[in-house]
């Protein structure tokens, strides 16, 4: 099984310095034939090994009592590092439930909310609701549980100066390496908000929230303690989802918001899990559609140098052309970011 060995040696290395239970687990399952057995019943085009840490972390956090918890930090209080006994143990819960592992890796995706992010698309959403000189409709592909689409339901901490929701009980924190950002005291106006994605995630259904955490990796307090911040917020005011594909129905999405409405598109990761050719068809469609309304598409990009960052570009039409600008790179999970705009 070279590909999924690959895929895991490959998230062991990016887990390295981030999560070293992820990072061991994954060295050791990369030789290891009956998880590597168990981890292809996942769906061709998904990340394996995201799935079946995730779905493991999902069910141990059911089991506790399962010699395996002793290692994770979001289980166990004093967690044990890594050790001979820590993958025998992985290996053993894995095999002895694999029943229960089996329809998670076929039924469920690598949804994470990264809640964090909204630090960038603060102030990006921010510039763009400037250009537009008015309230925007809010449309974003990709959403998962739909956590970002309430962004300006947060407060923000950028090295100490505090902006947003001042009365939100979420409070992120990120650092600004490198430029000035727009960072207005009270968030942009939203007009309306609308996620589209193929398996939307329900924040007010148990099993979906427990699987958004469960993707959280464990070591990750800060990231867990935000999600379930905005969980709470969520449950309150529970943005809306549409079942359906970023592509067909994004232009029937568009057709329900007034036509004089500055509409803002937003994804920040979503593509890169996508085949190309999808990318290239939506950017199309939005371009061609840049020409028929206001329409400002603010969109991600992956390693933009094999570096540690990720970046935001923000696209529009200016007179008869398509105009990118490059606005912000940024830790994969909004814990930094540097304004390029």
Known sequence: MPDLQTQFRDLATWAEDSSPLYAHL???AADDPAV???????????????????????????????????YYPSITRAARAPDDECFPAFR???????????PLLRNRRTQTNAVRRSAVLY??????????????????????AGL????????????????????SPVTIESSVRRGD????????????????DRNPLDVTDEADRDWLRALVWPEHEERRAVLDGSLSVARDDPPELIPGDMLD????????????????????????????????ALTASLEDLMADRPL?????????????????????QIGDGIETTHLADYEPHGAWLSWRG
């Not at 400002?296 to 529009?316: A, I, M, N, Q």
């Open 123 to 144: 102030p990006a959403i921010a510039r763009v609701a400037r250009a537009a000189d008015g309230p925007l409709a809010l449309v974003e592909l990709g959403p998962s």
């Open 181 to 196: 950002p727009p960072l207005p005291e009270t968030p942009p106006a939203i007009r309306s908000r609308v996620g589209l």
């Open 296 to 316: 400002h598409w603010l969109t991600g990009r992956r390693d933009l140098s094999g570096g540690e960052s990720v970046g935001l570009d923000w696209k529009r």
């Open 26 to 28: 994954c060295r050791e």
């Open 36 to 70: 590597l057995d168990l981890a292809a019943t996942v769906p061709e085009g998904r990340q394996a090994p995201h799935l079946l840490l995730a779905a493991v972390h999902y069910l141990l956090d059911r089991n506790p009592d399962h010699r395996l918890a002793e």
């Open 249 to 280: 129905d994004l232009p029937a999405v568009l057709d329900g918001i007034p036509e004089d409405v500055p509409v803002c598109v937003v994804n920040t990761l979503v593509l890169y899990q996508v085949p190309a050719e999808l990318s290239e």
């Open 92 to 102: 053993e819960f894995c095999l002895d439930r694999a029943d229960d592992i089996r």
């Open 148 to 167: 970002n689409l309430l962004f300006d339901h947060y407060r923000y901490d950028y090295d100490g100066r505090v902006v947003g929701n001042g009365d």
